[in-house]
């Protein structure tokens, strides 16, 4: 990875600033990437998404949650594959095509979930905690 994804420890006090801090990571990928989302139920991973998402020149308002449909693709400046695998069991995640997406050369993924898959490729890890109202800590590593 090569794209200079901003890193460290971030307080947002509204969804809105989730929003922008992702899309301002967005507009900072240049190439493949791969983020590991993780937070409790509500923590704001698919506002993240939306933000990682607009900066690649994405609609927001066309991503969703892929709670039920466990893949969602996009295109925009880069393919975006927006995964959650929290309905599944670690076997299953072997149908989605993981592998696949993964080695293609131009698509950023973002996996919600990602514990319930072996995933072994260099990522950015995104812990998202609810600190209270609308107030999020998240944390982005390399």
Known sequence: MTSRVKTGDFVTHSADETFRLACAIGESITEAAL????????????????????????????????????????QGRLKLYHLDLYRLERSETFDLGLD??????????????????????????????????DDRRIQIEE
């Open 35 to 74: 983020f590991l989302l993780e937070g409790e139920l509500g923590a704001g991973k698919t506002i993240f998404a939306k933000g990682l998402g607009a900066g690649l020149e994405i609609d927001p308002a066309e991503i969703s949650s892929p709670s039920f449909t466990l893949v969602n693709c996009y």
């Open 100 to 133: 696949e997406m993964l080695s293609e050369p131009d698509a950023v993924l973002i996996i919600e979930w990602a514990q319930r898959a072996r995933i072994t490729d260099q990522a950015y890890r995104v812990l998202i905690s609810d600190l209270g109202g």
